[in-house]
């Protein structure tokens, strides 16, 4: 069984930055697929970034080049540096994981999930 904990969601203004934190537990997070995902205020939750097993990383192309995924093996944790925040970029972000190699976007492929934190910018 794997266990998700994100943290270090926040207020921040347009322009600034925040890095979430997902801890995992039950398995290394290296033999699973990880991502993150976001979900709006009336909105569906959508994919925003992810990485394989092996290191390959995917980006939504709303986030691209503003946004870095990165893991710490010692600490069994993924993050998300996430700059130029916007507006727009306000969601509870999730982080999850599925035990398989190749990627998807898709919120069905995965099977555990982080609680989610709470992400707000402010314009």
């Known amino acids: 069984q794997v266990q998700l904990v994100e943290s270090g969601g926040g207020l921040v203004q347009a322009g600034g930055s925040l890095r979430l934190s997902c801890a995992a537990s039950?398995?290394?997070?290296?033999?699973?697929?990880m991502a993150w995902f976001r979900q709006g205020p009336g909105k569906e939750r959508e994919f925003v970034v992810g990485?394989?097993?092996?290191?390959?990383?995917y980006y939504a192309d709303s986030v691209k080049g503003r946004f870095t995924i990165s893991g710490d093996n010692a600490k069994n944790t993924v993050y998300l540096q996430m700059n130029s925040l916007k507006p727009e970029d306000t969601a509870v972000y999730y982080c999850?994981?599925?035990?398989?190699?190749?990627?998807?976007?898709?919120?069905?492929?995965?099977?555990?999930w982080g609680q989610g934190t709470q992400v707000t910018v402010s314009s």
């Open positions: 999850a994981a599925a035990a398989y190699y190749a990627m998807s976007y898709a919120v069905g492929d995965y099977d555990y």
């Open positions: 039950g398995r290394s997070f290296r033999s699973l697929r």
């Open positions: 990485i394989r097993s092996g290191g390959t990383t």
